[in-house]
């Protein structure tokens, strides 16, 4: 082989070389890298409500981590199918993220005859976040509900004719739950959304409500509604002295809304731990918390993606029992 062949020889193994390690540095580099560009964190909720403020706090705290735009992606609908779905069919690459909450995975499988995902095998588990029980709201007007026990005995006084508000399925869950285990009957008033349970609470054209705290805030605040009690298995952080209905002898009644991160099906573990670390970090911050606290969310205790699958878990396996009893379906 003479000179020139083996230059030439040469200069194509140097420019074969130069070709393959953009390949091999892509296989095995990308987590790695990551993230070399925005993210988008699709919110299954209409921008401005407690859903929507929650995730805008954390996205712009693992901005800060991560060093890339966190970009909010408000994709309402389908009683968060529409969100859900566009996470699943995304490239599980890390830069499309779905900011989740217990419809999507625990209550959908049993409100829908065909649902066009598998809650345990269509997503990754990044983290648990942020929870929120429902709580037992009445008017703060003389005349009206004064505790849990007075709202039980007036209850037994006249079955049914005590009218209680409640929107979101799970605040129906916890009030139907509450009737059985206090061993009453009321009559629960359906309502499409909390702004107008709280409306209804406050004229006074429902003797109490199961709904979440947030939309509540300015009333308590203002001395129109007081919080009676939490369906959560704890005290909420944020108002001590309201009692959980387990402590008031209600038993069974455990029911609180939960928000986490999750991924495509296959995102690599490396771009989900590092997501998940940020949010443990994020729910933490002194000024994140404080906000959260007066939209009636406080941090989870454990955030790691095992956590939220084992929440997933549960709650599948405990919800489902209680939807088919009660009868509730969406299609």
Not at 2 to 30: E, H, K, M, Y
Not at 54 to 81: E, H
Not at 85 to 114: C, H
Not at 191 to 213: H, L, N, P
Request: charged content about 20%.
């Amino acid at each position: 082989m003479n000179a020139r062949r083996v230059c030439r020889f040469l200069g194509l193994l140097v420019a074969l070389f130069a070709g393959l390690v953009p390949v091999l540095s892509g296989a095995q580099g990308t987590s790695s890298a990551w993230p070399t560009r925005p993210i988008r964190l699709v919110v299954p909720f209409v921008a401005g409500g407690g859903a929507d403020v929650a995730a805008r706090l954390i996205a712009a705290k693992l901005q800060t981590q991560l060093g890339q735009q966190v970009v909010v992606d408000n994709k309402p609908g389908g009683n968060t199918l529409i969100g859900a779905q566009e996470v699943m069919k995304a490239q599980p690459d890390g830069y499309t993220l779905l900011w989740s909450i217990d419809q999507t995975f625990v209550l959908n499988p049993s409100l829908y005859n065909r649902l066009p995902y598998d809650p345990r095998k269509d997503f990754t588990p990044v983290a648990l976040a942020i929870t929120s029980p429902t709580a037992v709201i009445a008017r703060a007007h003389p005349g009206s509900v004064g505790d849990v026990h007075e709202l039980v005995k007036r209850a037994k006084a006249d079955p049914g004719k005590i009218n209680i508000g409640a929107a979101a399925i799970l605040s129906q869950m916890a009030l139907e739950e509450f009737n059985r285990s206090a061993g009453i009957e009321t009559t629960r008033v359906p309502y499409k959304g909390s702004a107008e349970v709280a409306q209804a609470t406050i004229a006074g054209d429902i003797d109490a409500a199961f709904d979440g705290m947030a939309p509540y805030v300015q009333f308590v605040k203002a001395g129109r509604a007081k919080i009676l009690a939490v369906t959560s298995a704890r005290r909420f952080s944020g108002l001590p002295d309201v009692p959980t209905l387990d402590e008031l002898g209600y038993k069974g009644v455990d029911f609180s809304v939960w928000f986490g991160v999750v991924g495509p099906a296959g995102l690599p573990p490396e771009i989900a731990k590092r997501v998940g670390e940020g949010v443990d970090r994020a729910i933490r911050e002194p000024d994140v918390v404080e906000k959260l606290l007066v939209f009636g969310f406080e941090p989870a205790g454990q955030t790691s993606a095992v956590a939220l699958k084992a929440r997933i878990d549960s709650d599948l396996t405990r919800y489902g029992p209680v939807i088919r009893r009660l009868g509730f379906k969406l299609d």
